[in-house]
Nanobody
Framework: QVRLVESGGGLVQAGGSLRVSCAASGRTVSSYAMGWFRQAPGKVREAVAIINYIASRTYYADSVKGRFTISRDNANAKSTVYLQMNSLKPEDTAVYYC?????????????????WGQGTQVTVSS
């Protein structure tokens, strides 16, 4: 089993920055893609940024491209994935989730992710 724990969310003013982290424990996930997803009230969960198993490839939703950066650290066979969020906008307000994919290469399809964290709230005030 895999346990994912997100941290680092909070309240920030528009234009500000936050970094959220997700630490994986249990089974080693360093061979699998990981991603950050978000769900705003009344909206479906969407993929924000995804990264392959060795962090050589990253992909972003158009809405966050140029503002968010995903990274991961696989040191000691434990994986931590980060999402640096800059120039935040009120529309970025959501619960942010990390997840572990089924394969080494990331996928935009949420159904291709088996393990999910509990989420961390990010609120951007205008």
């Amino acid at each position: 089993q895999v346990r994912l724990v997100e941290s680092g969310g909070g309240l920030v003013q528009a234009g500000g920055s936050l970094r959220v982290s997700c630490a994986a424990s249990g089974r080693t996930v360093s061979s699998y893609a990981m991603g950050w997803f978000r769900q705003a009230p009344g909206k479906v969960r969407e993929a924000v940024a995804i990264i392959n198993y060795i962090a050589s490839r990253t992909y972003y939703a158009d809405s966050v491209k140029g503002r968010f950066t995903i990274s991961r650290d696989n040191a000691n066979a434990k994986s931590t994935v980060y999402l640096q969020m800059n120039s935040l906008k009120p529309e970025d307000t959501a619960v942010y989730y990390c997840a572990v994919g089924r394969h080494s290469w990331p996928n935009w399809d949420l159904n291709e992710y088996d393990y999910w964290g509990q989420g961390t709230q990010v609120t951007v005030s205008s």
